[in-house]
């Protein structure tokens, strides 16, 4: 199972980026510069933090060091935290609770490689993080990690609930919700795009993006729609190396669907 397939069972079940002085302008061929988020250029959707009536509420702010900001100060959500400590700063009004359909735990699955396919894929269930915090347009998702850390928080998952989320989400003063991929992909050092998937439904293509040494992947749509991905891995990812080395593949194979559809 590929984690860039926006028609799999995964993401299904999921309903169940150093300047922008680097970005270059594709239109203008002129490169373009901006003191916030990375400027839009004219008639596009998104915009610089503090553009009148452009993304200013609330940020998001990815850290491959530390985790997320929240925001309002509200604090951040730190990798290596227990499930209770990410609770703690959230806002209860923020939280939703869900078991996705066709999800098994860790324990249900007769190999650790498939267990492995599963969390890589977002399919794992793990009771005791089976809980999101919805902004305004995005949701915000947590993951344990593999043997020997899955109380400890070793990845987030951002999804976008709207077209043009008024939660800006932000990697390194870059809007990822702001640009087509291609636009991020120049703005990202080792970046690598993947081949377009034109089968992500509804007539959209989806785009992968995965910036390897940050652990950092996305997944974007064209033309824009909810729905859009990104997921940054933390240390405790590592700990899944007891099964393969793969970081966004299972190396020995493993099936998320064992046991539930073979």
């Keep these: 199972m590929k984690f860039s397939k926006m028609d799999t069972p995964a993401f299904l079940a999921g309903a169940l980026f150093k300047g922008c002085a680097h970005l270059l302008d594709t239109v203008t061929g002129l490169r373009i510069r901006c003191a916030g988020l990375l400027e839009r250029r004219e008639g596009a959707p998104g915009g610089c933090l503090g553009d009148p009536g452009v993304n200013n509420g609330a940020m998001l702010e990815l850290s491959q060091d530390t985790g997320v900001t929240l925001p309002g100060g509200a604090g951040t959500v730190r990798f290596g935290m227990t499930p209770d400590q990410v609770l703690s700063l959230l806002a209860a009004g923020a939280i939703t609770r869900r078991r996705p359909c066709m999800t098994l735990t860790r324990e249900q699955y007769p190999e650790l490689r498939h267990a492995h396919d599963a969390w890589l894929s977002g399919l794992l269930h793990e009771p005791d993080w089976a809980f999101e915090a919805e902004f305004d347009g995005v949701t915000l998702g947590f993951r344990g990690g593999g043997p ?24 390194d003063d870059i809007d990822l919700f702001g640009y087509p991929a291609g636009e991020i992909a120049d703005a990202l050092p080792g970046a690598k795009l993947l081949p377009d998937d034109p089968a992500a439904g509804a ?29 940054l891995l933390g240390p405790d990812a590592r700990s899944w190396q007891a099964c393969c080395e793969g970081a966004w593949a299972c190396a020995k194979e493993g099936d998320a669907l064992t046991g539930i559809m073979r």
Excluded: F, K, Y
């Design 148 to 171: 020997g850390a899955a109380d400890r928080l070793a990845r987030l998952d951002v999804t976008s609930t709207a077209p043009t989320p008024a939660t800006t989400v932000a990697w």
């Design 203 to 231: 007539g959209r293509t989806a785009t992968d993006l995965i910036v390897e040494p940050a652990g950092l992947r996305l997944s974007l749509l064209t033309p824009v729609s909810a729905g859009q991905r990104i997921v």
